[in-house]
């Protein structure tokens, strides 16, 4: 089983928006180059030049915990795999720096989570809260976070 962690999105923003701002991102931050275009992060997803491998599309399921323990429906999803034996850590690094910059350009409620067990981070609104937990937001990536945030950890049901 591969680790992945999952960004669910309530977004007027269309899958291909989304990518397209995933892609922007991601070539300013140097990690992804020309050759990686929206329609391949949407079709098969692209590998970033640390090897972790993204994907963003649309939601389709009619139930997910985030619906059932949050209270938001996704209509947006991107998912990023870290590559091994890639160093997890510089991996995550990049991803909340993607994740932030698609916060700042895609409006609505959002929740990073690794596989739906570990809630990283949740924005209900404009209010943005990451999880307590000091190993998942030590210094530089809390810097890395360009919202207003607080701390506060959220957890799906284990139903």
């Known amino acids: 089983m591969s680790i992945s962690y999952d960004l669910d999105m309530a977004t007027e923003q269309s899958a291909s928006q989304v990518a397209h701002e995933l892609c922007d991102i991601a070539r300013t931050a140097g990690l992804f180059d020309d050759s990686i275009t929206p329609e391949l ?18 939601e389709t399921r009619s139930w997910s915990p985030v619906i059932a323990d949050l209270g938001f429906t996704p209509t947006v999803w991107a998912a990023f795999q870290p590559a091994r034996p890639s160093d997890y850590s510089d991996q995550q690094d990049d991803m909340i720096r ?9 409006p609505g409620d959002a929740v990073l989570h690794f596989q739906s067990e570990v809630i990283w981070l949740l924005r209900r609104g404009s209010e943005l809260s990451l999880n307590e937990r000091d190993d998942l937001w030590p210094p530089h990536r809390l810097a890395a976070v360009s919202q207003p945030n607080r701390r506060a950890t959220h957890h799906f049901s284990e139903e």
């Open 98 to 106: 993607l994740v932030s910059g698609l916060l700042d350009r895609a």
């Open 41 to 58: 992060v949407l079709d098969d997803g692209a590998l970033t030049a640390k090897g972790m491998w993204i994907r963003v599309g649309k």
